[in-house]
């Protein structure tokens, strides 16, 4: 057995436990559950790259931890506001880190779509959350808008390449959309296991695309270059 498979199988024994009570109701136990994900997933990340980190990286780690103690917690806003820097960083990797997008003819089609899809769930899930505040208004909006700037790269990006970096790029982008939709289903609406079955494992599948996207980045960009 690879030494990083011991910590990927205990990251979706955590994710299997923690949709079974979810589905049972036992919270107590599901947040124990929940608990486990991301150290998990940060070791197998740390064993697959061989201990190798960046900084920008590192804190990406550092600030979902932080998110999920206080999601954890219930805090609500201090969540908000540690993955609102978790989404600024990634734009931040997009940028420095990758090729600029080129478009073509055929592309404008889809990434018409894609765009007024986004500002859609936008619009719609930000008139949810903003008509129940009255206070920080402005990161929820910012936030938003950072989440929509990422999915963006992402969709586009493999609209345009096609590449497998991109795929696990989008499958992130709509991993961290949905969870952050069912979020807010979860707090503005009634109980609902379905609800928060979806919100729970699109969080962790967002954690798993991530770091995934991460070794593969690493990797092309180890690669030896073929003359």
């Known amino acids: 057995m690879k030494p990083n498979k011991p910590s990927l199988i205990l ?3 955590a994710l299997l436990c923690t949709i079974i009570f979810d589905w049972t109701q036992q919270d107590v136990f599901a947040t124990y559950a929940k608990a486990i994900i991301l150290p998990a997933i940060f070791i197998y990340f740390l064993i697959s790259s061989e201990f190798e ?6 804190a990406i780690f550092f600030f979902c931890f932080v998110g999920q103690v206080f999601d954890l917690m219930d805090i ?7 993955f609102l820097i978790v989404y600024t960083l990634i734009v931040l990797i997009f940028i420095r880190e990758h090729e600029r997008i080129q478009l073509t003819r055929r592309d404008v089609l889809p990434i018409s779509i894609v765009v007024v899809f986004i500002v859609y769930l936008l619009i719609s899930v930000l008139s ?3 008509d129940s505040l009255d206070r920080f208004n402005f990161i929820y909006i910012f936030y938003g808008i950072i989440l929509s700037i990422m999915s963006y790269f992402c969709f586009v990006s493999y609209i345009t390449k096609g590449t497998h970096i991109t795929l696990l790029m989008s499958l992130m982008a709509v991993s961290y959309i949905f969870s952050d939709i069912f979020y807010i289903f979860n707090e503005y609406f009634s109980y609902s296991v379905v609800l928060v079955l979806i919100r729970d494992v699109t969080q962790v599948l967002a954690y798993y695309f991530m770091v995934e996207y991460f070794l593969e980045k690493a990797r092309i960009q180890n690669r030896p270059i073929q003359q």
Not at 76 to 82: Q, R
């Open 128 to 130: 949810i959350k903003l």
């Open 11 to 13: 990251f979706f024994l």
């Open 76 to 82: 609500e806003l201090g969540g908000v506001i540690s």
């Open 53 to 58: 980190i960046r900084k920008t990286e590192g």
